[in-house]
């Protein structure tokens, strides 16, 4: 499997209802849609993206603000949390006081950039790069 041949430290599994390969041993990732089911894998995983975190073309939000806030209290959201769904510039500062360990941007930069029409991406990287700045 690609862990063994990339020598990559380990695997991320996005489906929650997929299960970890047998005699699986090494960093392990999932991604959940559902504050059930980051309460059960939190333990599971080194990380946990939770998905449909806020509102975007792409994502439909699963969660409301104060769904998230009280999420938050409850010590549910921590440092081995990732927001996914929804994230851009913009809504970063938010979810570091929500107390997410990190961010998963992917919707906000996929549509600054048309593979099959444009071939100048000069304003792309730029834009990752003040969206570094605003994450670190």
């Known amino acids: ?71 938050a209290d409850h010590n549910l959201i921590d440092r081995h949390v990732w927001a996914l769904g929804g994230v851009t510039m913009n809504n970063i500062p938010l979810l570091r006081e929500l107390g997410f360990g990190g961010v998963v941007v992917c919707s906000d930069i996929w549509d600054r950039f048309d593979i099959q029409s444009q071939n100048e991406y000069r304003s792309l990287i730029e834009y990752f790069v003040r969206l570094r700045k605003v994450v670190e």
């Open 1 to 71: 499997y690609l862990k063994k041949e990339f020598n990559l430290a380990g695997i991320h599994i996005d489906c929650p209802e997929e299960t970890v390969p047998s005699g699986y041993k090494g960093k392990l990732g999932r991604t959940c849609s559902s504050l059930p089911q980051l309460r059960d894998m939190r333990h599971q995983a080194d990380y946990v993206f939770l998905d449909h975190v806020l509102k975007s073309r792409h994502c439909t939000p699963g969660y409301t603000l104060q769904q998230l806030h009280e999420a």
